[in-house]
């Protein structure tokens, strides 16, 4: 099975860009769909991003997704930070034998 | 609007099995685009994904927990279920519930969660 390693850590200002990233340690980024979700203290996960790139409904525009074949990451970019977008987001994927994979997190503090 | 709850004991012994169940509300667990899953969630760290299963029975699991764990799913009650057998403190999680499409394993529908402290 593979991995998929976050920084611990990132922290913004209000009204800056911030962007998370998430390695895929073997095998391709683009070979399954990455999804993000965002978790507040004491909340379940809620997706901010599906299928690498697209947003549910209610999400605002302000996240957006993205694949990178060349460093293997997805990466998680939020725009216009918000005091409210302090959170702990985890990205996840899947390996083709159906065995499901997050990684390990990443703690997100606007400043 | 689907809505899952996870119910079952918060407290386990030592080297017993823990067993939960996720009710489903809102919307029929048979449904063929959808697996439901169990991923829990130890206190101050990460989410670890323990296994799936889909309406006809068939499961998959995390193969770091494989030898432990146990899936069912009750159509006729429209609830899942999940045995961990012999656990240990390691297994003191919060423990969700959750639905991911069957095609990109995107959960989109979560439980609020239940802690389990394995403890004597």
């Known amino acids: 099975n593979f991995m998929l390693t976050q920084p611990h850590s990132v922290s913004e200002s209000p009204g800056k860009t911030v962007t998370i990233s998430c390695t895929r340690s073997?095998?391709?980024?683009?070979?399954?769909?990455v999804q993000w979700y965002q978790q507040r203290p004491g909340s379940s996960p809620t997706t901010v991003i599906y299928?690498?790139?697209?947003?549910p409904s209610g999400v605002p525009d302000r996240f957006s997704g993205s694949i990178d074949s060349s460093s293997n990451s997805a990466s998680l970019t939020i725009s216009g930070l918000k005091t409210e977008d302090e959170a702990d987001y985890y990205c996840?994927?899947?390996?083709?034998?159906?065995?499901?994979?997050f990684g390990g997190g990443t703690k997100l503090t606007v400043l | 609007q689907l809505q899952l709850q996870e119910s079952g004991p918060g407290l386990v012994k030592p080297s017993e099995t823990l067993s939960l169940t996720c009710t489903v509300s809102?919307?029929?667990?048979?449904?063929?685009?959808?697996?439901w899953g169990w991923i829990r969630q130890p206190p101050g760290r990460g989410l670890e994904w323990i296994g799936s299963?889909?309406?006809?029975?068939?499961?998959y699991y995390n193969p770091s927990l494989k030898s432990r764990v146990t899936m069912s799913i009750d159509s006729s009650k429209n609830h899942f279920s999940l045995n961990l057998s012999s656990v240990t403190a390691a297994d003191t999680a919060v423990y969700f519930c959750?639905?991911?499409?069957?095609?990109?394993?995107?959960?989109?529908?979560w439980g609020l969660g239940t802690l389990v402290t394995v403890s004597s």
């Open positions: 299963i889909y309406y006809t029975w068939t499961t």
């Open positions: 073997s095998g391709s980024i683009a070979s399954n769909y």
């Open positions: 996840q994927s899947y390996h083709s034998s159906n065995s499901v994979v």
């Open positions: 809102g919307g029929s667990i048979n449904r063929n685009s959808y697996s």
């Open positions: 959750a639905r991911s499409y069957i095609n990109t394993w995107a959960f989109d529908f």
């Open positions: 299928e690498g790139i697209h947003r």
